[in-house]
């Protein structure tokens, strides 16, 4: 997915932001922020890109079977 800036707030992700979960406005996984297009200084557009999660959560499930997005009863 390329996640596009739609005003003049700044870049979605910075530098060091690859790996980390990107949610929705309910807190769902939506997909894995990837990388972006360039320099956050610049005055061309930030282009964010993610990996989205329906096509993670199987190759997740295949290496590593018991994984779940939900925390254990303690």
């Given at each position: ?42 005055p061309l557009p930030n ?28």
């Open positions: 997915w390329a996640i596009i800036p739609y005003d003049d707030s700044g870049p979605f992700a910075k530098q060091g932001d690859s790996g980390a979960i990107i949610v929705d406005g309910l807190g769902r996984f939506g997909g894995l922020l990837t990388g972006a297009s360039g320099p956050a200084e610049s282009i964010t890109y993610a990996t989205p999660f329906w096509w993670l959560w199987p190759l997740i499930k295949e290496r590593f079977p018991g994984a779940t997005l939900c925390p254990a009863a303690i």
